[in-house]
Nanobody, 117 residues
């Protein structure tokens, strides 16, 4: 059973920074994509950013220029550096991994990010 272990969430003031990490218990050679989604209360889960094994990245318009997604292949870990945080970034952030030729989808347990004004 593949597990995704997330860390790095917490409470921060507006304008501050946080770094999320997600370590996957699967070889990087099986992974096609790693990324982050978020879900705020009363809203649907939405893409924040993702990165493919080829290094291509994609960001939600609302986080472009503030968030950076990266990965450490040796550790099968994806990171989300979040700068200039805003109260509207408050949500539960979920790690997602696509693997095995895009046939498998795995989700982390979620980590709370709260940005106070």
């Amino acid at each position: 059973q593949v597990q995704l272990v997330e860390s790095g969430g917490g409470l921060v003031q507006a304008g501050g920074s946080l770094r999320l990490s997600c370590a996957a218990s699967i070889s990087i050679f099986s992974i096609n994509l790693m990324g982050w989604y978020r879900q705020a209360p009363g809203k649907q889960r939405e893409l924040v950013a993702h990165i493919t094994t080829g290094g291509s990245t994609n960001y939600a318009d609302s986080v472009k220029g503030r968030f950076t997604v990266s990965r450490d292949n040796a550790k099968s870990t994806v990171y989300l550096q979040m700068n200039s945080l805003k109260p509207e970034d408050t949500a539960v952030y979920y790690c997602k991994v696509m693997a095995n030729a895009w046939s498998r989808e795995y989700w982390g347990q979620g980590t709370q990010v709260t940005v106070s004004s």
